[in-house]
């Protein structure tokens, strides 16, 4: 009902400023006048011709037609002119659907929303806010009476400095995939999988039981989680950039099992392996276990290769992988936040429309309903290991951590530095770059 009143209120905005626009109308019956006019004198020279005009008057400009305005990707536009039918229907108010590449989506708005030929509602991912928000690009969003039917953190992810700025509905999380054939008890923790990398090499099962790229942050992550530590620190407000985790207990006591890992021989030193190495090894059978993406299913499924995905093994504490979230945001120089506002509440923020968004590009939804109904295993999978994930920060200082960071994980992969050493060097080093240093 708030939001019908809403859209009330704004068309009548909107036709009092088209009547002020407006003259009035020539033609209206004159007033009586309360005396009889004096006789007039009859003139006695004839009037002098009026001169004809020089110049046609200027035609009155006609009012500008109000519509809603959406940038979204070529999945997701189809289903947003379909919902902007419905909300035609019901408001009287056109919406305009324009197609870009999603890719492209972000630097468009930066140019077009400050010279007010930007949309009134675009679709983008949740990192971008640290760019866009510091930029006045963005306008805060209300999830309306939907608001707890939304993965909660996936609304995290677009809060920044303690304000929402989107409504998302879907979300993107690596897992644990293995052999079941391989490995017929899922280890829970971390511990477990080095116990069980060792049975397995020894037994001459499979060449490597665990393996994973050597540098790669943010496959890491996960496992740093899981032994308590992290990246930077979470409040209410979003990421703290002063608050660095990389050199605390919990990330040295990841980075000390990874430098293990490699000691033992469960991980190779210096073999230098990338993505591609590291999937054909699983696919091929040469190891059982990893650490990767639903971006990974189609080659997987593919080779053939029996496998399984699960939930991320944790240590001191559960695993908490990166959060990936899409979903939709305000242009702050909309001249329609209420109307974008309320088609957002009313014709997104429904299980129709996000399974129909869900479908036309299945990927874990943001919205519960949706979520809790994946039938496709594998999926649903991806969606449980994410369920606790922590949204990629999205604040700009995340630039000043992801090289040192990584440098550091090779570091340890190469066993050219310590665990302690590599961890707390690039702690430092992110906390200069912040600093301007």
């Not at 140019?111 to 510091?134: K, N, Q, S, T, Y």
């Amino acid at each position: 009902m708030r939001n019908r009143n809403i859209i009330l209120l704004s068309l009548l905005v909107v036709i009092a400023m088209a009547l002020t626009a407006c003259p009035a109308q020539p033609g209206a019956a004159p007033v009586a006048p309360t005396q009889p006019p004096a006789q007039e004198v009859a003139p006695t020279e004839a009037p002098a011709e009026e001169a004809a005009p020089t110049e046609a008057p200027a035609e009155e400009a006609a009012p500008a037609e109000v519509a809603l305005t959406i940038w979204a990707d070529d999945t997701r536009a189809p289903i947003l002119e379909e919902l902007g039918k419905q909300f035609e229907a019901q408001y009287g108010i056109p919406v305009v659907v324009t197609e870009k590449g999603f890719g492209n989506i972000r630097d468009d708005l930066k140019v077009a929303g400050p010279a007010g030929e930007g949309p009134d509602i675009i679709i983008g991912a949740h990192d971008w806010l640290g760019e866009l928000v510091e930029n006045g690009l963005l306008a805060e969003i209300e999830l309306g009476d939907a608001a707890d039917q939304f993965l909660p953190a996936a609304v995290q992810a677009f809060i920044y400095d303690g304000k929402l700025y989107g409504m998302p509905y879907a979300t993107e999380n690596v897992a644990f995939v293995y052999n079941p054939e391989i490995v017929e008890q899922v280890p829970a923790t971390w511990s477990e999988l080095t116990k069980l990398a060792a049975e397995l090499e020894s037994a001459g099962v499979v060449k490597q039981a665990y393996i994973r790229q050597e540098g790669d942050p943010y496959h890491f992550f996960p496992i740093q989680t899981a032994f308590g530590g992290y990246v930077f620190g979470l409040t209410e407000q979003g990421y703290d950039p002063t608050d660095v985790g990389i050199d605390s207990p919990g990330s040295i006591a990841a980075a000390t099992w990874l430098d293990q890992m490699y000691k033992a021989g469960h991980l190779k030193a210096g073999s230098a392996v990338d993505y591609d190495i590291m999937h054909a090894a699983f696919e091929n059978g040469d190891a059982a276990m990893l650490i990767t993406g639903p971006w990974a299913l189609p080659r997987i499924r593919e080779s053939g290769v029996p496998y399984a995905v699960t939930t991320i093994p944790g240590e001191v504490q559960p695993a908490q992988p990166f959060l990936g979230v899409q979903g939709f945001m305000i242009n702050a120089f909309s001249k329609n936040p209420l109307l974008a506002q309320t088609f957002l509440q009313e014709f997104v923020a429904t299980e129709e429309a996000m399974q129909a968004i869900f479908d036309a590009d299945p990927r874990p939804s943001a919205f519960l309903p949706v979520r809790e109904k994946i039938t496709d295993p594998d999926l649903a999978a991806f969606a449980a290991a994410g369920e606790n994930g922590l949204p990629m920060p999205a604040i700009p200082e995340m630039s000043a951590v992801w090289s040192a960071w990584g440098d550091a994980i090779v570091l340890i992969s190469q066993q050219r530095e310590a665990p302690d050493v590599a961890f707390k060097n690039a702690a430092a080093q992110i906390r200069a770059a912040i600093a301007g240093n």
